[in-house]
């Protein structure tokens, strides 16, 4: 139990496209999703808590023009980069919590994103 | 400031060591404690986590953790490391009463399995 998936695992693009990665529990609801990056060698850094039927809740120094990030039922949530550029490449992450554990997240498998 | 640390960027181990990957944290109360793998390429699997109680926790794959509240300490083990090891490791903690309850991630560990 427990299983988030993320879609695409891996997308390249050119510069000034938008890419939109999406993130599904599979066998449970979650009220909240969140969106990580990750740079070579380097931890996770939050982007962005995704609550369903409202408006993600963005990191400080995260452009929420730049990261849409549209969380439309209770088990799917996307994450769009918009007009991406080659410093977006990176390994985007997904997490999702189910109801009533609050400190616990599952994580999906990550999309590699590379920008040309 | 409130963190997690891990001292160890990267640790060479040979087959059938020992393991011990060291984290600390700096908050005003215990947090919640983690400790998750990552495989090249691939998400987070979560190998143990502590929340209260018994302070030697047991998780998958044959690790364990304990947790030492007088040195902010919440050490990952295992006794003999197999080749399959060889990931990235990292402590996490939700700190309590933290809004949203997010995460936050220390820098990671490297394992590195010698044959």
């Known amino acids: 139990g427990a299983v988030v998936s993320q879609h695409p695992s891996w997308v390249i693009c050119k510069s000034g496209t938008s890419v939109k990665i999406e993130c599904r529990s599979l066998?449970?609801?979650?009220?909240?999703m969140f969106w990580y990056r990750q740079f070579p060698k380097q931890s996770l850094m939050l982007m962005a808590t995704?609550?369903?039927?409202?408006?993600?809740?963005?990191e400080q120094g995260v452009e929420k023009d730049k990261f849409l990030i549209n969380h439309a039922s209770l088990t799917l949530s996307t994450l769009t980069v918009t007009s991406a550029h080659p410093e977006d490449s990176s390994f985007y992450i997904c997490s999702a919590r189910p109801p009533g554990l609050h400190n616990e997240q599952f994580f999906g498998p990550g999309t590699r994103l590379t920008v040309l | 400031a409130q963190s997690v640390t891990q001292p160890d960027i990267h640790i060479t181990v040979s087959e059938g060591a020992s393991l011990e990957l060291r984290c600390n944290y700096s908050?005003?109360?215990?947090?919640?404690l983690f400790w998750y793998v990552q495989s090249p390429g691939q998400g987070l699997q979560l190998l143990l986590k502590?929340?209260?109680?018994?302070?030697l926790v047991q998780g998958i794959k044959g690790f364990e953790a304990e947790f030492k509240r007088s040195q902010s300490s919440f050490n990952l083990r295992k006794p003999s490391v197999h080749w399959s090891d060889a990931a990235e490791y990292f402590c996490a903690v939700v700190p309590l009463k933290a809004a949203g309850n997010k995460l936050t991630f220390g820098g990671g560990t490297r394992v590195l399995v010698k044959p």
């Open positions: 908050y005003g109360a215990t947090p919640y």
């Open positions: 066998d449970f609801q979650a009220t909240t």
């Open positions: 502590y929340f209260s109680g018994d302070t």
């Open positions: 995704s609550n369903e039927g409202s408006k993600a809740t963005y």
